[in-house]
C-alpha cells in the first residue's frame, strides 16, 4: 500500500507520498470508526443490536462471559466500584507493564522502512516492497500463536517463547552489519513481538474481569499505560546512528527482556491467586474457573 501511495501519488497537489500515505489511511479509519460506532454492539445482549445477534447467539456469547469469568465472588457491579477493584489490582498495572514493555520493544515498527532503506537494496518502491514479507509471516505467527495459546489455556510461556525470537532478532541487528543477517533479523522480531502482543491482550482481558465495569476500567488502565510505549520508543532511532541502528536495538532488546521477566511475574502472581481459589472453593462440590497461566 504505502509503496503503491509513493509511488503514484508523490508530488500530488504538493504533498509528498508520506503525506499522502497519513491522508488517507487516517481518513479511512476516522470513517471506519464512525461506522463502527454505530454498527458494533456495547454488549451481546444489548437490544439495539437486534440485527446483528439472534436471540440463541446472544445467549451463547453471554454465557461464555460468564463462563470465562474465573472465580472470584463480586456483587457490587457500579462503574465506581469497577474502578477502584481495577486501579487497586497489582494484576492490573503487571499486565500495563507487560503491555508497555511489548510497545516499547515495538519501536522498530515506526522505523522498518528507514532500516530497510540502509540495506541499500535499490530505489524506494524496492524498500517500501521489502518491509512486507516479515509483516505478513508476522501476521500468520500472531494468528497461530493466538490459536496455540488458546488451545493449550497457557499465555506466559507462549509470550515468553516469542519474544525470545525477538531477543535473537535484535542481537543480530546490533551485532552485524551483514545485510542478509539483518533482513533475516527483521524476520525474528517482527514476527516475536506481533506473536506475543497476540496472546497478551486475551490474557490481560481473561484476567481481569471480576466484574464488567471492572474489566472496562482494567483495559482502559493497561491500554493507556501500555500505549506510552509508542511514545518514547521512536526517540530510540537516530539518524546519527544510521545504518545499523545499534542503540535502539540495544534499547529495544532491554524492553523484550523486561517483557519476559514481567511474565514470570504475572505467571507467579496468578499462580498463588488460583491457589487460593482452589482452597476456597475445597469441600464445596463446585468447580472454580482459574486464571490462565
Request: glycine share 8%; charged share 15%; with cysteine.
Given at each position: 500500500l504505502a509503496a503503491g501511495i509513493f509511488a503514484?501519488?508523490?508530488?500530488?497537489?504538493?504533498?509528498?507520498g508520506w503525506r499522502w500515505l497519513f491522508i488517507l489511511e487516517g481518513a479511512a479509519t476516522f470513517l471506519l470508526g464512525l461506522v463502527a460506532f454505530v454498527m458494533l454492539p456495547d454488549f451481546p445482549s444489548t437490544k439495539s443490536q437486534d440485527w446483528l445477534f439472534t436471540a440463541e447467539e446472544k445467549e451463547v456469547a453471554v454465557t461464555r462471559m460468564v463462563?470465562?469469568?474465573?472465580?472470584?465472588?463480586?456483587?457490587?457491579?457500579s462503574v465506581l466500584h469497577g474502578l477502584k477493584l481495577a486501579v487497586t489490582d497489582i494484576k492490573v498495572w503487571a499486565f500495563a507493564l507487560l503491555l508497555l514493555s511489548n510497545q516499547s520493544a515495538y519501536g522498530f515498527n515506526y522505523f522498518y522502512p528507514a532500516i530497510v532503506r540502509g540495506f541499500n537494496l535499490g530505489s524506494r518502491t524496492i524498500t517500501l516492497v521489502c518491509t512486507?514479507?516479515?509483516?505478513?509471516?508476522?501476521?500468520?505467527?500472531?494468528y497461530f500463536i493466538a490459536w496455540?495459546?488458546?488451545?493449550?489455556?497457557?499465555?506466559?510461556?507462549h509470550i515468553s517463547g516469542a519474544i525470545l525470537f525477538a531477543i535473537v532478532g535484535f542481537i543480530i541487528s546490533a551485532a552485524t552489519i551483514n545485510i542478509p543477517a539483518r533482513y533475516v533479523?527483521?524476520?525474528?522480531?517482527?514476527?516475536g513481538c506481533f506473536g506475543a502482543n497476540a496472546a497478551l491482550y486475551s490474557w490481560a482481558a481473561s484476567?481481569?474481569?471480576?466484574?464488567?465495569?471492572?474489566?472496562?476500567?482494567?483495559?482502559?488502565i493497561i491500554n493507556v499505560t501500555g500505549q506510552l510505549g509508542t511514545i518514547w520508543s521512536p526517540y530510540f532511532f537516530?539518524?546519527?546512528?544510521?545504518?545499523?541502528?545499534?542503540?535502539?536495538?540495544?534499547l529495544l532488546l532491554a524492553f523484550a527482556v523486561l517483557e519476559i521477566c514481567v511474565c514470570f511475574l504475572l505467571k507467579f502472581i496468578l499462580r498463588r491467586a488460583n491457589k487460593k481459589i482452589i482452597a476456597e472453593y475445597e469441600g464445596t462440590g463446585r468447580v472454580p474457573t482459574l486464571f490462565t497461566l
Amino acid at each position: 500500500l504505502a509503496a503503491g501511495i509513493f509511488a503514484g501519488l508523490g508530488g500530488v497537489a504538493g504533498l509528498q507520498g508520506w503525506r499522502w500515505l497519513f491522508i488517507l489511511e487516517g481518513a479511512a479509519t476516522f470513517l471506519l470508526g464512525l461506522v463502527a460506532f454505530v454498527m458494533l454492539p456495547d454488549f451481546p445482549s444489548t437490544k439495539s443490536q437486534d440485527w446483528l445477534f439472534t436471540a440463541e447467539e446472544k445467549e451463547v456469547a453471554v454465557t461464555r462471559m460468564v463462563r470465562d469469568a474465573v472465580s472470584e465472588e463480586e456483587h457490587d457491579q457500579s462503574v465506581l466500584h469497577g474502578l477502584k477493584l481495577a486501579v487497586t489490582d497489582i494484576k492490573v498495572w503487571a499486565f500495563a507493564l507487560l503491555l508497555l514493555s511489548n510497545q516499547s520493544a515495538y519501536g522498530f515498527n515506526y522505523f522498518y522502512p528507514a532500516i530497510v532503506r540502509g540495506f541499500n537494496l535499490g530505489s524506494r518502491t524496492i524498500t517500501l516492497v521489502c518491509t512486507a514479507p516479515p509483516y505478513l509471516l508476522g501476521a500468520f505467527i500472531s494468528y497461530f500463536i493466538a490459536w496455540h495459546s488458546d488451545r493449550k489455556a497457557e499465555r506466559g510461556w507462549h509470550i515468553s517463547g516469542a519474544i525470545l525470537f525477538a531477543i535473537v532478532g535484535f542481537i543480530i541487528s546490533a551485532a552485524t552489519i551483514n545485510i542478509p543477517a539483518r533482513y533475516v533479523a527483521s524476520f525474528l522480531y517482527i514476527c516475536g513481538c506481533f506473536g506475543a502482543n497476540a496472546a497478551l491482550y486475551s490474557w490481560a482481558a481473561s484476567s481481569v474481569g471480576q466484574t464488567p465495569t471492572k474489566k472496562a476500567c482494567a483495559t482502559a488502565i493497561i491500554n493507556v499505560t501500555g500505549q506510552l510505549g509508542t511514545i518514547w520508543s521512536p526517540y530510540f532511532f537516530d539518524s546519527n546512528d544510521e545504518p545499523r541502528y545499534t542503540r535502539a536495538m540495544v534499547l529495544l532488546l532491554a524492553f523484550a527482556v523486561l517483557e519476559i521477566c514481567v511474565c514470570f511475574l504475572l505467571k507467579f502472581i496468578l499462580r498463588r491467586a488460583n491457589k487460593k481459589i482452589i482452597a476456597e472453593y475445597e469441600g464445596t462440590g463446585r468447580v472454580p474457573t482459574l486464571f490462565t497461566l
